[in-house]
């Protein structure tokens, strides 16, 4: 029993930083997400009696590290589908795994579709958003193109904790100018960084407060198509998570020097008439959202700053499909 998929990354606007459940993978807040057309998954599981145990190739590389973690996800598949088999999982990333490009996201999305299609399970997006979050709380975001809304939901179950569409991204066909300023993998996962950050940093519980607010104000940017506001409530948010991060016990500090230097480099292409905003993700790269026409201006500064190693471009992508 084969099935193979393709899900790509995304980048929130407003942020998922918390947990309400850990074992459900619940998200304490909403957040809200761009798909990312150049950057994706793919993903081919084969289900085989055969099989002791589940495997996974991630990128030509045997993962035993990560073995553990995927196989409670695909139980949830398996529970569905009422088999036991066991499957061997062989998937690729075309951009930098774990480096705060999302991987996970576009991992498990591509993941949750693939082994539903291997098992014959009919499952709504809704469904399959609400499996991957399971896997990772972004990757619920990842089984949709466009800009995507991810419900922190109330239902203690998580029955009402996953993403919807909000408009497709031919609607609003904005440009990501991604800085990458470091390609290792990250030491310390989202998931570790969350729990210390609830744990620790005294600005957690204003973080969570005011989300509300922001997701309501991204939302209504987005319809609105008010680049403006969008740009300023996104960096305001991302600004305020990473207050979260950086003030945890230990401190989480996922910014490079050149990390810093893009931030002040896309505000000062903003002051001089460029409409352009950043965001940045649990690692080191900077995120710049521009128009089409001001791409290319965008990368071109991006990439002549010192410690920025490569730059990407890309447009908004649709939904996560089989193959
Ligand atoms: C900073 O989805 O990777 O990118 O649910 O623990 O796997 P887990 O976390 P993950 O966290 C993403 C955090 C973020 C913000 C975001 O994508 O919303």
């Known amino acids: 029993m084969k099935g193979s998929a393709k899900a790509r990354a995304n980048i929130a606007l407003a942020k998922y930083w918390g947990k309400l459940d850990s074992a459900l993978n619940i998200p304490v807040v909403g957040s809200i997400s761009i798909t990312l057309d150049a950057l994706w998954t793919e993903t081919e599981v084969e289900f085989n009696n055969s099989y002791d145990a589940d495997t996974l190739v991630l990128n030509g590389e045997v993962r035993k590290d990560l073995?553990?973690?995927?196989?409670?996800f695909l139980d949830l598949l398996r529970i569905y589908a009422g088999v036991k088999t066991r499957a061997h999982i062989v998937s690729k990333n075309n951009f930098p795994t774990g480096a705060g490009l999302a991987s996970s996201a576009s991992g498990f999305a591509a993941l949750a579709i693939a082994s539903a299609n291997a098992l014959k399970l009919d499952l709504s997006q809704k469904n399959l958003s609400i499996i991957a979050r399971q896997g990772s709380g972004s990757a619920?975001?990842?089984?949709?193109?466009?800009?995507?809304e991810m419900h922190a939901g109330q239902n203690p179950d998580g029955s009402?904790?996953?993403a919807e569409p909000i408009i497709p991204s031919e609607s609003w066909p904005l440009e990501v100018v991604i800085a990458i300023t470091e390609k290792r993998e990250k030491v310390i996962s989202s998931r570790v960084g969350m729990t210390q950050s609830?744990?620790?940093s005294p600005y957690y519980l204003g973080w969570v407060k005011t989300s509300t607010k922001d997701l309501s104000a991204i939302r209504e940017a987005i319809y609105a198509?008010?680049?403006e506001r969008l740009a300023e409530v996104s960096e305001h948010n991302c600004l305020k998570m990473h207050a979260v991060t950086m003030t945890s016990q230990p401190a989480l500090i996922y910014w490079k020097p050149a990390t810093v230097a893009c931030i002040h480099a896309v505000k000062e292409l903003r002051t001089s008439g460029v409409p352009v905003f950043f965001t940045i993700d649990a690692g080191p790269q900077l995120k710049a959202i521009c128009a089409p026409d001001n791409s290319k201006k965008v990368q071109e500064v991006l990439q002549s700053i010192p410690g920025v190693l490569d730059t990407l471009v890309t447009g908004l992508g649709a939904d996560?499909?089989?193959?």
């Open 140 to 148: 619920a975001r990842s089984i949709f193109g466009g800009f995507v």
């Open 198 to 200: 609830s744990l620790t």
């Open 320 to 323: 996560a499909q089989k193959t």
């Open 160 to 162: 009402d904790s996953f």
């Open 67 to 72: 073995i553990e973690h995927a196989t409670k």
């Open 225 to 227: 198509r008010d680049f």
